[in-house]
């Protein structure tokens, strides 16, 4: 997460993906970037029919089903896996949410 001040207001953000190759975060996987995903998708459901996910870091069944949903509201080919569009459309997604509640 960075920070920075525009126009005196500070702003927290996700940045682009972590990764340079086509890597995919996907069931069963646990790690950082499932932890952040779960953070991501529950801050998103202020905007979005999609369902709660547990924040664990652990990338399970009820993660996949809201990752999928998330993809199919935004158009995104329905894979329930965080490829480097849905992460960067997640995250831009995130970014508006949280800055706009501050």
Not at 92 to 102: G, P
């Amino acid at each position: 997460m960075t920070g920075n001040n525009v126009n005196g207001t500070k702003r927290t953000g996700i940045v682009p993906y972590p990764s340079t190759d086509n890597y995919s975060v996907k069931d069963g996987e646990r790690s950082e970037l499932v932890f952040i995903s779960q953070l991501m998708l529950n801050a998103v459901r202020l905007n979005y029919d999609i369902p709660q996910v547990g924040v664990n870091g652990l990338y399970d069944a009820v993660t996949a089903n809201a990752v999928r949903e998330y993809q199919r509201i935004n158009l995104l080919p329905i894979t329930g896996e965080i490829d480097p569009v849905t992460w960067d459309t997640l995250a831009e997604d995130y970014n508006l949410t949280v800055n706009d509640s501050q």
